[in-house]
């Protein structure tokens, strides 16, 4: 789930503090007109138009605008959908930035956000294709923003997810991009990962995955560590716990039985996997999982 926090026009030479978010939750700034820098602990991004920040871990972070004279503090104006952002003494407008969140369950949305990049920048203007996609969302979130009725955080949270979309499948080839198992381009590559989504249960092994792809083994696994940033076993856990996740919070299958169908032989070592990459044994997530998916009361006896 998206959500948009605040749209920032902020003046020359100011810095913008931004709090780390909770747990399951990844911060996302994109910047629709100007220049700045966003600190992440000791990276600093420069960001130009075009370009999206995804912050995975929520940490916090700073964002500085450019301009001369000591650095200005920031005031805020609280609205119905969103918090407006700008410079305090007033200063006019140098970037044009809308900032938000995405909220993901704490097994295959967790197990997702960590195999990003921390952070991930990307610059969709570097492509013809994604900057003319870039060009309408920053159309529709701005005419949007100033419209700001009934129905704009539903419409703003869409096409905040939109952005999310176009961030996963990004190439790794762009000069600001990172590689994500997500968005691999190399179409022998791309044909394996597809192979263990459809079916995390078979028995992937590495010398099988390379026959997949035509490859030998050795050139299969430097491309897939090149274009994936992780290797192969990481990545076939990694699948077959978001795979686990979603058995368990849709059917009713034994643990068991869920870790036989993703390809674990011995449930005590399907448990230790999943815990790892989740944080929590299969059991617990799955009552998580219903404990949340259950209407409230008042709602229940809505319906």
Request: proline fraction near 6%.
């Amino acid at each position: 789930m998206a959500e948009l926090d605040r749209r920032c026009l902020l003046g020359g030479s100011t810095r913008m503090d931004v709090a780390g978010r909770p747990p399951l939750q990844a911060q996302f700034h994109v910047l629709l007109e100007g220049r700045c820098q966003l600190q992440v602990g000791r990276v600093l991004l420069e960001m130009r138009p075009g370009d999206l920040v995804l912050i995975p871990s929520g940490s916090p972070h700073r964002v500085i605008t450019p301009g001369d004279g000591p650095l200005r503090i920031t005031d805020e104006t609280a609205g119905d959908s969103f918090i407006t952002m700008h410079s305090a003494d007033g200063s006019p407008a140098v970037i044009d930035l809308f900032c938000g969140h995405y909220s993901f369950d704490p097994g295959a949305g967790a197990v997702l956000f960590r195999s990003l990049p921390d952070p991930v920048h990307v610059s969709f203007g570097d492509s013809r294709e994604t900057d003319e996609v870039l060009r309408m969302l920053s159309a529709l979130m701005r005419g949007e923003a100033r419209r700001e009725g009934t129905g704009t955080a539903a419409i703003l949270s869409a096409l905040s997810t939109v952005l999310l979309a176009m961030v996963l499948r990004t190439t790794p080839n762009s000069p600001t991009a990172e590689a994500l198992w997500t968005a691999a381009s190399h179409p022998r590559v791309v044909a394996a990962i597809e192979s263990v989504l459809d079916d995390p249960g078979a028995d992937w092994s590495i010398e099988r995955l390379a026959r997949s792809a035509g490859m030998s083994r050795a050139t299969f696994l430097r491309h897939f560590s090149q274009e994936t940033g992780m290797n192969v076993g990481a990545f076939v856990t990694r699948a077959r716990v978001m795979a686990a996740a979603d058995l368990l919070g849709t059917s009713d299958a034994t643990v068991a039985t869920v870790a036989a169908r993703v390809g674990y032989h011995s449930e005590s070592a399907f448990s230790r996997a999943f815990r790892s990459e989740v944080g929590m044994t299969p059991a617990r997530y799955r009552r998580d999982h219903r404990h949340r998916a259950q209407p409230a009361k008042g709602e229940a006896e809505a319906t």
